[in-house]
């Protein structure tokens, strides 16, 4: 996936302050509220909220509107919400915890194997 200005601004902020396991994931066909979600994890409360500080204001200084950051009063797990783009940070058990890469990962398309020539007849 080739990254955007605001997605390369929200990821080198992350990277700055030494976020582990950075996934930006496309969610255009998922969902309309947003383009892209991207997840995070910090090993403390702290940098958990450092991290979110420095998203905001790298995002405010590349020219995107900050609509709102939610769970700075406990660091567990804080959401940026730049409107196209929301990015989550998350201590490492709550990421595991809620898995929000499965959630809004697509699933993968199923095929159905054909009923072989035994199967049919047994069903017969």
Do not use: C, F
């Not at 998922?30 to 910090?42: E, F, K, Q, R």
């Not at 783009?85 to 490492?92: A, S, Y």
């Amino acid at each position: 996936m080739r990254l955007n200005k605001t997605q390369k601004t929200a990821v080198t902020a992350l990277e700055d302050i030494k976020a582990r396991d950075i996934t930006v994931l496309d969610v255009r066909k998922l969902t309309s509220l947003y383009d892209t979600l991207i997840v995070a994890s910090a090993e403390s409360n702290r940098q958990v909220k450092a991290l979110a500080h420095h998203v905001r204001d790298k995002l405010k200084e590349a020219g995107s509107t900050i609509l709102g950051v939610e769970g700075e009063e406990t660091g567990e797990w804080v959401l940026v919400d730049a409107g196209d783009i929301v990015v989550h940070i998350m201590q490492p058990a709550v990421r595991a915890y809620y898995n929000l890469e499965e959630l809004w990962t697509p699933p993968s398309p199923v095929r159905r194997a054909k009923p072989s020539a035994t199967a049919a007849k047994k069903a017969a």
